[in-house]
């Protein structure tokens, strides 16, 4: 198999054979490329004030969009989260709203 094509790499100078069946990705980080959270119906919201920096939400979170901050707490990558609300469910502080984001 020749090398495999990023998506950003189609050009007319390459063949289908140099393409994966439905642009999977196979290496990592591919998910940098793109902004995969365009189409999320519902966002997370930290409420600032009752958050504790426990950061048991940050390993939960299937598209690792929670980060970390220098001041103890997270903050979202909006970029890639996708609205699941696995974060909002599992947070013990009722620290992060769960609003409608539509648009
Ligand atoms: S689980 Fe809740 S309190 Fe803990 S870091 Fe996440 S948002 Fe903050
Ligand atoms: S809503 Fe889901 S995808 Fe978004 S930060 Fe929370 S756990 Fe991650």
Request: with cysteine.
């Amino acid at each position: 198999m020749n090398e495999v094509k990023k998506i950003e790499e189609i050009n007319e100078d390459i063949s289908w054979r140099d393409i994966t069946p439905g642009g999977v990705a196979p290496w990592a980080g591919g998910a940098e490329t793109f902004t995969t959270g365009d189409w999320r119906t519902m966002r997370p919201v930290l409420i600032e004030d009752k958050c504790t920096g426990c950061l048991l939400c940050w390993p939960t979170c299937p598209d690792t969009s929670i980060i970390p901050t220098d001041d103890g707490k997270i903050k979202y990558d909006y970029d890639h989260c996708k609205g699941c609300g696995v974060c909002v469910e599992v947070c013990p502080f009722d620290a992060i709203d769960f609003v409608e984001d539509i648009s």
